[in-house]
T-cell receptor, first 115, second 113 residues
């Protein structure tokens, strides 16, 4: 079984401030980890993914995430928030389960960027 | 353009009236999946399909059916909708591997009265 926990359903930052969105996971097999972003009235879009090649992963729009196995974490960061970053962010874990793919999403974090 | 297309975008119906939400992808993806999104609960998987004629239950399959007769299509069927199925639904697809990111449709907002 696997699970994803996103700490903080709502996060507010000022424009220009650091963005930190937290994600912790549990998985009985080596996982693949993803961050997705959802803008209003749209589907989810991939921000970045961890597939074991490198622990620090760079994504689109200046976001990056670091995989820390010892902490079972995959937190998302951006050095300087823009107004356009306001959206909902989802962390997801994917792993093989027998012949199938098990994919689990966190409950999401709504990011508000204050002017 | 590579995309996942869901229809309709908005649907209002009454309890017990059968409905189908269509999903089609043009990327030749083996894996397809349906999710429902509810406030505070994130995305919960309803059903998924690893390939044509192969479907399996996700975390919340009760009250839903799916079929995968063709690789590109993965319709979601509600035989007798109930108000607790009011939600935002997303279809997604990806290549087979567990390291492949999902491509999502734009969603279907369903209201059952």
């Amino acid at each position: 079984a696997q699970s994803v926990t996103q700490l903080g359903s709502h996060v507010s930052v000022s424009e220009g401030a650091l963005v930190l969105l937290r994600c912790n996971y549990s998985s009985s097999v080596p996982p693949y980890l993803f961050w997705y972003v959802q803008y209003p009235n749209q589907g989810l879009q991939l921000l970045l993914k961890y597939t074991s090649a490198a622990t620090l992963v760079k994504g689109i729009n200046g976001f990056e995430a670091e995989f820390k196995k010892s902490e079972t974490s995959f937190h998302l960061t951006k050095p300087s928030a823009h107004m356009s970053d306001a959206a909902e962010y989802f962390c997801a874990v994917s792993a093989r389960s027998g012949s199938a793919r098990q994919l689990t999403f966190g409950s999401g974090t709504q990011l508000t960027v204050l002017p | 353009e590579a995309q996942v297309t869901q229809n309709p975008r908005y649907l209002i119906t009454v309890t017990g009236k059968k409905l189908t939400v269509t999903c089609s992808q043009n990327m030749n993806h083996e894996y397809m999946s349906w999710y429902r999104q509810d406030p505070g609960l994130g995305l919960r998987q309803i059903y998924y399909s690893m390939n044509v004629e192969v479907t399996d239950k996700g975390d919340v399959p009760e009250g839903y059916k799916v079929s995968r007769k063709e690789k590109r299509n993965f319709p979601l069927i509600l035989e007798s909708p109930s108000p607790n199925q009011t939600s935002l639904y997303f279809c997604a697809s990806s290549p087979r591997g567990e390291n492949s990111p999902l491509h999502f449709g734009n969603g279907t907002r369903l209201t059952v009265t």
